[in-house]
């Protein structure tokens, strides 16, 4: 087989088949195919798409080039939820104690951000100590014990994928629903969970900017994992503004334990209440999505969620009072209201500038080897839909450097719009698949 006809295969509209896909992978991984080539393939596939059979063929490929988890040493069936990215998205946060505290184990393997705001682990290192350093040991006993883990990506998780992504996201080939649904399923299926929840998020924000698109991938990733015998389902949820209201690592870390006290932003908790249910109902723990969702109600209400955060903060090393005493969280130095312009409704929040402005500030990641700084961000006072009073504030920034605030306010500006007339607000949840 020669990496060259094959390229010239797809390149001509034809499919791939499993050998030729193994082929391709496992020559990229261990370096007999170089760059260029692998450049060229994903641009034919880019423009030539690939169909079902070649997209389960490649996330298999690419989740066998490393080592696949092995979670038989936890009792249960595990459940992990993926979300595919979103400003103020700090859904972990808050689903993996509730849906630890209603039972179901949750096994999660969780990245660090690069982009707007950190991934989970950054954010969830606003607790001094705390570390996803464990071995695949302590994995299991934490999980065995407490219900909850959450694990930083091993460096042999599915390297065809670390390498091809890197690849696709210089040559241009990052935006094509089997490639992205093969990349994100290949890492869930290799982290080895039974259950999977997908997030699929639509909009501004998102990957995805069209829920037509988002369907499209949520269909597609369910199938490959129903396929890998996985019970995968998905959520479609709304990405056109930031989730909640707060953006940036430490503020996201304090609204996620607000929420978790029962005092949230509605749209967070009713995200967290859906992919909760989703994950309670693979893992058998209820037999619907109703029984389910009072289940994880009840742990809001009783206290339980919140406990449950401190024991894995605790059981990871760090230090978990701030989880009952959110002024111990690090807090930026300056705190300033952004005032509307105008008079009206809010129209719209563009999510990706919002991020934006948080990444200005210092609460993300330019480079793998930026330092987040934790404090940053900023917290929405106002939503698409709410009225707005000229000189009313729309957001507090929070800074550790003026000239950065200056900047960080006028890509937040950039990002809302306005209008005379009432709009209406926006639907969370667009829809589900199972
Ligand atoms: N996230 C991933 O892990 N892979 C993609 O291709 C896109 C988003």
Redesign the pocket.
């Known amino acids: 087989m020669r990496m060259y006809d094959l390229i010239i295969k797809k390149r001509n509209g034809n499919s791939l088949t499993k050998e030729e896909i193994d082929f391709i992978i496992q020559g990229y991984t261990e370096g007999q195919i170089p760059d260029y080539q692998m450049s060229a393939l994903m641009m034919a596939i880019y423009f030539q798409g690939m169909n079902e059979e070649e997209t389960v063929n490649l996330t298999m490929a690419m989740a066998h080039s490393g080592e696949m988890l092995d979670l038989s040493g936890i009792h249960g069936k595990k459940a992990d939820k993926h979300s595919?990215?979103g400003v103020g998205d700090k859904t972990s946060l808050v689903l993996g104690p509730m849906v630890a505290a209603a039972g179901a184990p949750v096994a999660k393997m969780s990245g660090r951000g690069l982009g707007h705001t950190g991934g989970t682990i950054d954010k969830l290192e606003s607790f001094p100590g705390f570390s996803t350093s464990l071995t695949p040991e302590q994995f299991t006993e934490n999980v065995n014990t407490i219900h909850m883990a959450i694990m930083g990506q091993t460096a042999n998780l599915a390297p065809a994928?670390k390498k091809l992504?890197a690849l696709?996201d210089v040559t241009g080939t990052?935006d094509n629903m089997s490639?992205?649904a093969s990349?994100?399923m290949s890492?869930k299926l290799a982290a080895g969970a039974d259950v999977i929840v997908l997030d699929v998020k639509t909009g501004s924000g998102a990957?995805m900017k069209t829920e037509e698109d988002s369907f499209a991938l949520a269909k597609e990733m369910v199938k490959i994992g129903n396929k890998a015998g996985r019970y995968t389902s998905a959520v479609i949820s709304d990405m056109d503004q930031p989730l909640g209201f707060a953006v940036g690592n430490a503020l996201e870390v304090k609204e996620a334990i607000d929420t978790l006290k029962g005092q949230g932003p509605e749209d967070l908790q009713e995200l967290c209440l859906t992919l909760g249910s989703h994950m309670l109902v693979g893992a058998g723990y209820a037999k619907d999505l109703e029984e389910a969702r009072k289940k994880l109600e009840q742990t809001l209400e009783d206290g339980s969620a919140l406990r449950k955060l401190a024991q894995f903060v605790e059981a990871q090393g760090g230090d978990s009072a701030a989880v009952f005493d959110t002024n111990l969280l690090p807090e930026a130095s300056i705190q300033e209201e952004i005032p509307a312009p105008v008079d009206g409704y809010l129209a719209h929040m563009e999510a990706d500038e919002v991020g934006s402005a948080c990444l200005i500030l210092g609460g993300g990641r330019e480079t793998k080897e930026s330092v987040i700084d934790l404090s940053v961000g900023l917290v929405l006072k106002k939503k698409v839909g709410d009225a707005v009073k000229q000189g009313e504030a729309l957001a507090v920034i929070h800074a550790n450097d003026r000239d950065k605030l200056e900047a960080a306010k006028k890509r937040f500006l950039t990002a809302c719009s306005f209008t005379e007339n009432p709009v209406e607000k926006r639907t969370l949840i667009r829809g589900m698949l199972s």
């Open positions: 595919t990215g994928d992504y696709r990052v490639l992205i990349s994100i890492k990957f």
